[in-house]
């Protein structure tokens, strides 16, 4: 059973250091990031105030 956790570590590991890799976690997590802040109710709400004030001023 600890081999195969070492065995997971060790390959994750090879996918970490892999800028490639890293790239399309970093657009993934943003993606992801961007989606879960429309989500949520309270973050929603902050977003549409300010989309109500920018459009006040104009």
């Keep these: 059973m600890l081999d195969a956790i070492l065995q997971a570590f060790v390959t994750m590991n ?3 250091t892999n800028p490639v890799v890293l790239l399309v976690l970093a657009f993934a997590g ?3 990031g961007s989606r879960v802040v429309e989500i949520i ?3 929603r709400r902050i977003i549409e105030r300010r ?4 459009a006040e001023r104009d």
């Design 30 to 32: 943003a993606y992801l």
């Design 51 to 54: 989309e109500a004030q920018a």
């Design 14 to 16: 090879g996918f970490a």
């Design 41 to 43: 109710p309270f973050t």
